[in-house]
């Protein structure tokens, strides 16, 4: 998730998508010891992570999020990738929404 306000901690990511499922671990992005306004989020479950795209463009503290699924997670649910990383703009929406139908995963918009 990209966009992090360079204040956000372990717990407010963890809070952010309590409604999703498990986190397994948080890695923040850091240079010279700064925050660099990213991290990397690991779910338990590949789905809870499709489920977390939903929440991409969402604000914390001010900041809209950029929330998008590794390479790998984009593999499992059989999403397809362009370039490095699965973005979650326009098209790619539809495509969640379609993996979300057929693995039956809520919608869960805030």
Known sequence: MGNLPFS???ADIR???SEIGEITNVRFG?????RMG??????ARAEDA???VQFDGEEL???PLRIDLSERRARELGLRNEGTRVGVRSAQRSALAV??????LPSIVR
């Open 38 to 43: 990213y991290a990397h989020v690991d779910f």
């Open 15 to 17: 809070e952010w998508f």
């Open 30 to 34: 850091v240079r010279d010891g700064k």
């Open 61 to 63: 503290d001010g900041r």
């Open 50 to 52: 499709a489920k977390a």
């Open 99 to 104: 993996a979300a139908a057929a693995l039956r």
């Open 8 to 10: 956000a901690e372990d």
